[in-house]
């Protein structure tokens, strides 16, 4: 890390002082307008816990949903203040505004150790904008700005990168939270110096949405296995006939090129399981990958798969996996994805470290109940991926550098 973290703080440099975290708290509701999902909420907890005992006064911004700059009654953050009170078992208050009079004296009311979530910064058009006004307004909300938002990290949003801006300017800190250290020292980690043998694990519906991991992946790994609807391209690539599998024809000839230039390295699925229709009770059966039917469409790896990547899991010292093999979401096309998950619990057990790139991927472990079965889940779809492809990440670069002090 080679920025300034909640860790390289003491409990002077908190205590009493209004410290806006960045959150994210973009978590699914249910019919009932509550949480459904708590687990972006739980994984920011060490942080919040952390702060409350070094006396701080803690200000939480996240975003929720797609608002486009209107006050969406069904997208509003008071649900979430509720579960988090729930889950911190300390009260948790909310308030309906995000910046302005309202929100700047709710700031100044905290006492020591207390907590408050503002409303929705997308119901304020001026967020995804990083507009410098709004910046401005967020950083007169606090003393010290804590990003602890992975998840929304590759945006450059008023809330991430232009309010660590504005308090960096004036003197103050913008530092990473636990959660965003966490996430950073895994996913670089895993990047940077792993420990080999190292196995990335693709998946996912295209191949076009992954081209940029798969380029700064294939010199890092050891091997590279590739699943779901993306493993089509590469078999048509290969002259294959793939029936009416979901295939990206204007990048079938990047995959030939990426597969001469991989050799070994990058792994195709055997076997594969079809199907006439993409639908939960469709007449299912496996044949090989290099002979799927006309009418027919793959829709999960097949057992052979499932077993050759299994024990590519098992050997290696490192994996990472982003993307699930089949149509994880319908009971006869998620076993590819449920093998790969139950191997990298096992790998786990075996002293591996195992990073889940967040999405689907930490969504069918959570189905699953292997969440915390593996070294760490990444809370960042869109975020991991532009990590992984070598991105900066706005938020973090926003963020104080190490040589920085506290003023």
């Not at 150790?113 to 006004?133: F, K, S």
């Not at 070994?264 to 990958?289: F, G, H, Y």
């Not at 992984?388 to 920085?404: I, R």
Request: charged content about 25%; overall charge negative.
């Amino acid at each position: 890390m080679n920025k300034v973290t909640l860790d390289d703080l003491s409990d002077d440099d908190l205590r009493g002082r209004r410290i806006l975290v960045r959150v994210d708290y973009n978590a699914p509701l249910d019919d009932r307008l509550e949480v459904a999902d708590d687990s972006r909420i739980r994984a920011t907890l060490p942080t919040l816990r952390r702060l409350i005992e070094m006396g701080a006064r803690i200000v939480l911004v996240a975003h929720f949903g797609r608002p486009k700059g209107k006050r969406v009654p069904e997208m509003s953050l008071r649900p979430v203040a509720n579960r988090l009170s729930d889950l911190l078992g300390e009260p948790v208050r909310f308030v309906e505004s995000t910046t302005g009079r309202d929100a700047i004296a709710a700031t100044r009311e905290l006492a020591d150790g207390e907590v408050i979530l503002l409303e929705n910064t997308r119901y304020d058009a001026r967020e995804e904008a990083n507009d410098p006004e709004m910046s401005a307004e967020l950083a007169e909300l606090c003393d010290l700005y804590v990003n602890d938002a992975f998840g929304a990290a590759h945006r450059a949003h008023a809330s991430t990168a232009g309010v660590a801006d504005r308090v960096r300017e004036r003197g103050g800190l913008a530092v990473a939270g636990l959660l965003m250290k966490r996430e950073l020292e895994y996913l670089g980690g895993a990047l940077e110096s792993p420990a080999r043998p190292f196995v990335a694990i693709l998946g996912g519906a295209k191949i076009s949405g992954k081209i940029d991991v798969i380029e700064a992946l294939l010199p890092k790994t050891d091997r590279l296995l590739i699943g779901g609807a993306m493993a089509n391209t590469f078999l048509r690539a290969l002259g294959y006939e793939t029936g009416s599998s979901l295939v990206e024809d204007d990048r079938v000839d990047m995959a030939a090129s990426l597969l001469d230039r991989s050799g070994d390295q990058l792994t195709l699925p055997d076997d594969v399981i079809i199907a006439r229709k993409m639908e939960a009770a469709a007449e299912t059966r496996v044949v090989p990958s290099h002979q799927i039917p006309a009418g027919r469409m793959a829709l999960d790896v097949g057992p052979a798969t499932v077993t050759r990547y299994a024990e590519a899991v098992r050997s290696a010292r490192t994996v990472l996996w982003n993307g699930p093999m089949g149509v994880a979401e319908i009971p006869e096309f998620r076993h590819g994805t449920e093998g790969v998950a139950r191997a990298l619990v096992e790998a786990t057990r075996l002293g591996a470290v195992t990073v889940v790139g967040g999405g689907d991927s930490a969504a069918a472990l959570l189905e699953l109940g292997l969440q915390d079965q593996v070294s760490h889940v990444s809370t960042g779809g869109g975020a991991s991926l532009e990590f992984l492809e070598g991105k900066a990440l706005p938020g973090v670069d926003a963020l104080s550098a190490a040589n920085e002090s506290v003023s």
